[in-house]
């Protein structure tokens, strides 16, 4: 049986990267998409407004709202999906209330499984989850090539970040502006920096078990710098299924909306009539510790993986505030970690998961102003 065409969309997080790219989707296919709710965090008013004020055009009730408790309630909505492009682990309660729900929940806000994995899945219904991210929507489709009991592992794709190829050494004088400078995506300040440092693969290894089942001992990272290739399923035969694309969120994000259906003309395709190479390197665990140090939390489980999370959105604040070097982020994350006593996750509550996210924040910039 066919599943029901997904047509109505509450977007939360509009004004970001993910948000803005899914509503040029709805634009490009108006008979395809409806959006029904819009939020977002009130950093970018004037184009929230005007997005509010062109979508109601289209649909006279459509709910709209600034900041955390907005998308709480637009999560709950009557739709066919949510799509959860906010930024950071603000975006847990959201997450939380469409799943409760019963909504569909297309899922860019990553840190909700990282913060709280086992809370979330507790709260899903099988297929309730469409990963959005293009390394685990890379998965996914992958994954429709074979039977689940035919995986082996799964080969998350990383770019490598602007700093590929240098030693933890060359990293010491990095900039901020030089840390926003990735080779493929344009995407807000946070994740970009996430990128350079390999925080953001490590979310995504954290991320995967959780998603698709498979211990973290079957999750690879392989650089590949051109990031064509977003993400490969081995399987036990020794085949590889992988998904290529043109570095582009617009795949993935129509995926989420639609899934499992496929929007025709959603992003660019492959232009094969021109020569090109796709490189594919070992991960360099000395200059880039990020997804080492996020094997480690995962594998404590419990509350470790959202004192990750936590600590790390302080260090690279401080970082962009100039009050802390590239270099030092990885170094303050894993010191947190290090020093966390975890709760786990055997009847882990959200009370727990908040708390160590707060006491993660505060240990976190304690080290910053006076590292150890």
Known sequence: MLAPMRRDVVVLGSTGSIGTQALDLVRAAPDRFRVVGLTAGGGNRALFDAQVEEFSRIHPGLFS????????????????VVLNGVTGAVGLR?????LEAGNTLALANKESLIVAGPLV?????????????????????????GRAEEVQRLVLTASGGPFRGRTRDQLGEVTVEDALAHPN????PVITINSATLVNKGLEVIEAPLLFGL???RIDVVVHPQQYVHSMVEFYDGSTIAQASPPSMLIPIAMGMA?????????????????????FEPLDDTAFPAVALAREAGARGGTAPAVYNAANEVAVAAFRDGRLRFVDIVD???????????????DLTLDDVLAADAWARIEAERLVRSPA
């Open 215 to 217: 211990p973290m001992d």
């Open 94 to 98: 959201p997450t939380l209330a469409a």
């Open 121 to 145: 899945l507790a709260a899903a219904a099988p297929g309730q989850i469409v990963p959005v991210d293009s390394e685990h929507s890379a998965i996914a489709q992958c994954l429709r090539g």
């Open 185 to 188: 995506f344009a995407m807000g």
């Open 259 to 279: 899934w499992p259906d496929r929007v025709p003309g959603a992003g660019p395709a492959c232009d094969w009539t021109q020569a090109s190479r796709w490189d």
């Open 332 to 346: 303050r994350v894993a010191e947190v970690v290090g020093s966390h006593d975890v709760r786990s996750s055997t």
């Open 65 to 80: 709202g600034l900041g955390e408790e907005a998308s709480v309630e637009a999560a709950t909505l009557d739709c066919d």
